[in-house]
């Protein structure tokens, strides 16, 4: 079992910088991928970023190349999200996600544990 906590959110004036946290506990192996994920009000959830553990390969929504970076810290078992640049369209729920063996890092279905969200709010 794996559980997985978020941090980080809040609410910021666009043009913010905001940095979101996702710690990770319990049987997380060398062989897993970790996510973030966004929902807002009436939307569908959408893949923002990811990040295999091993830290060679990341991906990014093209709504958010450039101005979000993903990265790990393996001794901490934490993956975090820096978002810069925020304006109002980026205002959601994100959630951590972990999946082992992914192969598409922006599909939800391929991640099997999921946190509980973190609200960002983004205010003009």
Known sequence: QVQLVESGGGLVQAGASLRLSCAASGRTF?????????QAPGKEREFVAAIRWSGDSTYYADSVKGRFTISRDGAKN????????????????YYCALGHWVSHPDKPDEYRYWGQGTQVTVSS
């Open 78 to 93: 934490t993956v975090y999200l820096q978002m810069n640049s925020l304006n109002v369209a980026d205002t959601a729920v």
């Open 30 to 38: 060398s062989t897993y991928a970790t996510g973030w994920f966004r």
